[in-house]
């Protein structure tokens, strides 16, 4: 999901999405608690670095006035366990769209909750480069440091071998990242389906509804890419998930069919639980009190009910966890009522961790007429997930 500059540079809205006015109806779930409660202040800066948001003028957008000496730390659109509690958390393209990220870079960062102090530090992280010239078109800088200009990565995973692995929504394509941030391979397009940035023109997909959702199977040998956007000619509201063999590098051409509750809502990001099952974050267009849906599914590829689309179940209503401890000091029941939720991650069979992207400056889902910080949740289900013990090990 990406955010549009509103004209004259006043509040930046999100638009891309229309706001449903009823949500589809559902078989109330078990109620999901929040366990742990940690945030990123949205003014985070990485010291040092270089001036941002030249584009966005000068009028106070939710109270923070753009241009910015360096480069904030936000926009998380994907999330990567570590073994020692930490997690690298990828940042977006930036401002929302091409024409005002390019002094967005595109970054890998080391980030660390201590829930005890409800606080996420950052303890650094890595710029994504292309010093070998392997994207094919003419990228923004000349030193070939990626910015919000050049790509849009939405989605990451990581490798057996410790590389990375990123979506992205102007191809849309799948990038292969090294350890240090150094693109390894050309961008893999999705044969067939090309966003509006896909240089090839011909579009047949909605800008940045590209590669929101990736996720490595359990054997390590393949990647589901799942569509934010359904692709012209499609059923409206359904999502394409895509496989991709890492050994051939190639997308195999075996796809399943995902249904949004509405063809108005979107997905957030995808995680694998076994070999056929995967949460999905799924939620509305709106934010705060207006927020009418946001969820994480359990779906499931076998498809028992035989309607060529994944069986999907409810394992969090994201606007309904139990608080009675008030974890945080936050509410009971607590809320996570942001346009995009872009982060879920498996902590163990029976909890997951979440994660906001709060498009700074823009998004204002938690108090209205200021910048949303990124919010650091974890979440106890009502029941196990049964993973496979590759997936809860896997680090």
């Known amino acids: 999901m990406r955010r549009t500059l509103a004209v004259g540079l006043t509040l930046l809205t999100v638009t891309a999405l229309a706001t449903p006015t009823t949500a589809a109806p559902q078989k109330t779930p078990k ?75 595109l970054r890998i960062h080391r980030i660390a909750p201590d829930f005890r102090k409800n606080t996420v530090d950052v303890l650094g992280g890595i710029t994504l480069t292309d010093p070998n010239g392997h994207i094919p078109f003419p990228l923004t800088r000349p030193d070939r440091v990626l910015t919000g200009a050049d790509i849009d990565v939405e989605s990451v995973t990581r490798g057996s071998d410790g590389t990375y692995w990123m979506g992205d929504e102007f191809g849309p394509y799948l990038l292969h990242f090294d350890r240090a941030g150094r693109l390894l391979a050309p961008p893999v397009p999705l044969p067939g389906v090309r966003a509006p940035e896909n240089p090839e023109g011909n579009p047949n997909l909605g800008g940045s509804k590209g590669f929101e959702g990736i996720t490595l199977s359990p054997d390590g040998r393949t990647i589901n890419a799942l569509l934010e956007g359904t692709v012209a000619g499609d059923t409206p509201g359904t999502l394409r998930l895509n496989e991709f063999d890492i050994a051939t590098n190639r997308f195999t051409g075996k796809t399943w069919r995902y249904r949004l509750e509405d063809p108005n809502f979107a997905i957030g990001d995808a995680i694998a639980v076994d070999a056929n099952r995967l949460l999905v974050i799924e939620r509305d267009s709106a934010q705060g009190a207006d927020a009418i849906v946001k969820r994480v599914y359990l779906a499931d590829k076998r498809d028992r009910d035989r309607d060529g689309e994944l069986d999907k179940t409810v394992v969090a209503d994201l606007l309904n966890l139990a608080n009675p401890k008030r974890v945080g000091g936050q509410a009971d029941p607590f809320k996570f009522p942001f346009v995009t939720i872009e982060d879920v991650t498996i902590l163990d069979d029976r909890t997951i961790a979440v994660l906001n992207d709060n498009n700074f400056p823009s998004s204002s889902g938690r108090t209205p007429s200021k910048p949303d910080n990124n919010e650091f949740i974890t979440v106890k289900l009502a029941e196990n997930l049964h993973a496979d013990p590759r997936v809860l090990r896997r680090r």
């Open 31 to 105: 109620q999901a608690t929040l366990t742990n409660f940690a945030f990123l202040p949205a003014e985070t800066f990485l010291p040092g670095s270089e001036p941002s948001g030249a584009a966005l003028g000068t009028t106070p957008i939710n109270g923070v006035t753009p241009p910015f000496a360096d480069q904030p730390v936000q926009g998380f659109s994907g999330l990567v366990r570590n073994s020692d509690g930490t997690f690298d958390a990828i940042s977006d393209n930036g401002y929302g769209t091409k024409a005002n990220s390019a002094d967005f870079l």
